[in-house]
């Protein structure tokens, strides 16, 4: 079974400074790696994700997560926050074959970027 | 439209009442998954569709809860007999093929069991 846990449930910043936001998991087999975003009343919307390749994930919005597979972490990072990036943010991983890709999600960190 | 689509937004139901939910996924979109996220706590698996195909349905909290893709494309998931534990957000999620692709997300429907 795969489980995942983040580190942080609440993370308040400043804006402009920089952000991390932790991300374990845990599975016997290979995973497929992400990080959604969620606004307020809103579906989750896909930051980035690592499927195979270079360790170091490029999204949207100027987020970055390094896989690092001998400390099973999947670490969110950003040099510079917004006011907008306040949000809840989600790690998730999945396994391909019989699962048909199913996400198995942490319990979420919500971000919190003050002026 | 363009994405995920749910309905309705919003719903309130008294214990004891059946519920519809309703998901249209992404024309085209082949794996169909409903998620249960309750409040503050991450989405949680209920049930996935290939096509009209129902091949997991390891997530659903108990036989009350039911879902169907008849024809392979918009999916329903029913509630009987709500109880106050089943309020929370049901998510729906859509991808062309499963695991590698983007699965994206609809708005959700809130269920609130009064």
């Known amino acids: 079974a795969q489980s995942v846990t983040q580190l942080d449930s609440q993370v308040p910043v400043f804006e402009e400074a920089p952000v991390e936001l932790r991300c374990n998991y845990s599975s016997s087999v290979s995973v497929y790696l992400f990080w959604y975003v969620q606004y307020p009343n809103q579906g989750l919307q896909l930051l980035l994700k690592?499927?195979?390749?270079?360790?170091l994930v490029k999204g949207i919005n100027g987020f970055e997560a390094e896989f690092n597979k001998s400390q099973t972490s999947f670490h969110l990072r950003k040099p510079s926050v917004h006011i907008s990036d306040t949000a809840e943010y989600f790690c998730a991983v999945s396994v391909l074959h019989n699962q048909g890709g199913k996400l198995i999600f942490g319990q979420g960190t919500e971000l919190s970027v003050k002026p | 439209g363009a994405g995920v689509s749910q309905s309705p937004r919003y719903k309130v139901a008294k214990r004891g009442q059946d519920v519809a939910l309703r998901c249209d996924p992404i024309s085209g979109h082949v794996s169909l998954f409903w998620y249960q996220q309750a409040l503050g706590q991450g989405p949680e698996f209920l049930t996935y569709f290939q096509n009209e195909a129902q091949l997991d349905k390891s997530g659903l909290p108990s036989d009350r809860f039911f879902a169907e893709r008849p024809e392979g494309s918009v999916s329903t998931l029913k509630i009987q007999r709500t109880q106050q534990e089943d309020s929370a957000v049901y998510l729906c999620?859509?991808?062309?093929?499963?695991?590698?692709?983007?699965?994206?997300f609809g708005q959700g429907t809130r269920l609130t069991v009064v």
């Open positions: 999620a859509s991808s062309l093929a499963q695991g590698r692709t983007e699965a994206f």
């Open positions: 690592y499927l195979s390749g270079s360790t």
